[in-house]
């Protein structure tokens, strides 16, 4: 009975293997083991990764704040579009921001970002689409336009953040 | 036949700000869990008006008229015993008033503590709270970064906790009006209540409208002072 599960069979099951490993073989495991090396010295230091990404966000969010000032108060119209500049800017910078293993100390990433890469790649694509749509509305000066990219672009922060940031 | 005598038991600020309150308190929870970004803006209003009208029922409360006052209607929890306890007594209308009460009843009376703590905690929070995208209260200054965090995260956890109470206040009152047969419904509207025999001696419930538009007066004053004097 204990046949398939003891321990001298896995060993032979083993020995049979290795015997049966090819050159090719030996050579995919040498890369792979290479490769998982270098994303762990790419995020060696997670701990900077992680208050780098808070820097950028804070920076994004920091532009928020001036464009909801901007809009709801009526000052400063004329920096509107360095601000959506600066935004599509920053949001191109957001793929890179996520290197695994990043989401330690007080990092509010969570692990769903690594998990679901696909549906992650999506929000910051979104994130991007929409920062270009506000710029060029920014652009355009049509106030009816500006409100309806903000309202995309402020939909796609809060995309993300639902699916991807921890809660409050 | 002689028509049965109705007794004012709800003063019309009283029912007003009830009213008011479900119509607000709606809103809110309507426009915070629907999440979109115009409707934050109402949700902000909104949240105000539920602000105004807590700080006027806590005068309300103390200097009120007779139903609407804490006073009255907070009772030693042997009380509140004595009443469910009494519930299943199909003559409980004779029974004195500890078991037959005319504004809230023992155990309504905390359900009505609880709710405006509740809802003050919801509105107080909301006013240091962010979305970190577009919507930030009022007083967000006030506070840190992880305070405003924390004080977020207590306005969720608070809403949630509302949720369940009004699910459970609007229970009671389906129980009362179907199960105990104890219309309470139509009374918050007109005011009115049919009173069983032996309360044909209670008087009306007085309005005092003159001390309740000073009230809310300065209910919507302090508000105001909050968002807009106190705003950076
Ligand atoms: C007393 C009535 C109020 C109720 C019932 C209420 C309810 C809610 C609910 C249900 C949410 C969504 C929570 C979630 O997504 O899980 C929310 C979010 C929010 N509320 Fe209120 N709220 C009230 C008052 C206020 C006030 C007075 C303010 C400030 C002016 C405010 C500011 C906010 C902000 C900024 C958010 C967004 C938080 C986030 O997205 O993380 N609320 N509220």
Redesign the interface.
């Known amino acids: 009975m204990t046949y398939p599960f003891s321990p001298e069979w896995k060993l032979i099951h083993f020995f049979g293997a290795m015997s049966r490993v090819t050159t090719m073989k030996v050579i995919r495991l040498m890369t792979s083991l290479l490769l998982g090396s270098a994303v762990l010295i790419a995020s060696a230091n997670p701990e900077g990764e992680a208050r780098y990404r808070q820097g950028v966000m804070t920076s994004v969010?920091g532009h928020?704040t001036a464009i909801?000032m901007i809009m709801r108060q009526g000052i400063h119209r004329d920096s509107l579009k360095f601000h959506a500049d600066a935004l599509a800017a920053l949001a191109k910078k957001s793929q890179s921001i996520y290197p695994e293993g990043s989401n330690v100390g007080r990092s509010e990433a969570l692990p769903a970002i690594w998990e679901k890469p696909d549906a992650f790649r999506k929000a910051t694509q979104r994130f991007i689409d929409a920062s270009e749509a506000f710029a060029e509305a920014a652009d355009s000066g049509d106030q009816g336009a500006v409100g309806q990219a903000?309202?995309g672009l402020?939909?796609s922060?809060?995309g993300c953040?639902d699916d991807f940031r921890a809660?409050? | 036949m002689v028509k049965p005598k109705m007794t004012v038991i709800w003063d019309l600020a009283t029912r007003l700000f009830h009213w008011s309150l479900v119509i607000l308190v709606s809103t809110c929870l309507y426009t915070g869990l629907s999440g979109g970004l115009d409707e934050m803006d109402l949700h902000m209003v909104s949240g105000y008006g539920v602000l105004a009208l807590l700080i006027f029922r806590l005068m309300w409360g103390f200097i009120g008229s007779k139903h609407a006052r804490f006073l009255s209607f907070i009772v030693s929890p042997h009380r509140v015993w004595q009443y469910l306890r009494s519930l299943g007594n199909p003559s409980r209308h004779k029974q004195p008033e500890a078991e037959y009460p005319l504004g809230h009843n023992p155990l309504g009376g905390y359900a009505i503590v609880a709710m405006i703590f509740l809802l003050l905690s919801q509105a107080v929070t909301g006013l240091f709270a962010s979305d970190d995208i577009f919507i930030e209260g009022p007083l967000i200054h006030l506070v840190s970064y992880e305070q405003s965090r924390t004080l977020t995260g207590l306005h969720h956890l608070s809403s949630k906790l509302l949720m369940g109470l009004i699910a459970l206040h609007l229970l009671a009152v389906a129980v009362h009006e179907i199960l105990l047969k104890d219309r309470i419904v139509w009374p918050m509207i007109t005011g009115r209540k049919q009173l069983p025999e032996k309360f044909a001696t209670v008087t009306d419930t007085q309005h005092k409208p003159l001390m309740a538009i000073v009230l809310f007066t300065t209910a919507s004053l302090s508000v105001y002072v909050i968002v807009d004097v106190l705003w950076w």
């Open positions: 969010g928020m909801s903000l309202r402020g939909g922060c809060k953040h809660k409050s």
